[in-house]
């Protein structure tokens, strides 16, 4: 059974960076998809960016670009997302998925991930 568990959301202000964790059971962080989607206040979960299963490529949002990064260590079966110049548009619970079967036309949708963590509030002050 995967299990996933976020951590290092919090209060921040604007421009400050931020490390967001994921620590992962029952799946393998080097091999799965392993995916940050972001959700706020009355949206609907966006994705943020993944380490797709079969290239093992980091995939991001066009929006975050540039603001974002996606690491693991397989080792601890850890999945990082460090996110920086952090806006107040950026507030929002960060959720960790992580998929072994999902394809790369799928990779940015929600609904296409079945092991969800139950996220982390992350809250930019302006």
């Known amino acids: 059974q995967v299990h996933l568990v976020e951590s290092g959301g919090g209060l921040v202000q604007t421009g400050d960076s931020l490390r967001l964790a994921c620590s992962a059971s029952?799946?393998?962080?080097?091999?799965?998809?392993m995916a940050w989607f972001r959700q706020a206040p009355g949206q609907e979960r966006k994705f943020v960016a993944a380490?797709?299963?079969?290239?093992?490529?980091?995939y991001f949002s066009d929006s975050l670009k540039g603001r974002v990064t996606i690491s693991r260590d397989s080792n601890k079966s850890m999945v990082y997302l460090d996110m920086n110049n952090l806006q107040p548009e950026d507030t929002a619970v960060y959720y960790c998925?992580?998929?072994?079967?999902?394809?790369?036309?799928?990779?940015?949708?929600?609904?296409?991930?079945?092991?969800w963590g139950q996220g982390t509030q992350v809250t930019v002050s302006s």
């Open positions: 029952g799946v393998s962080v080097g091999r799965a998809t």
């Open positions: 998925a992580a998929s072994s079967t999902i394809i790369l036309s799928s990779l940015r949708s929600p609904a296409s991930y079945a092991n």
């Open positions: 380490f797709f299963r079969s290239n093992s490529r980091p």
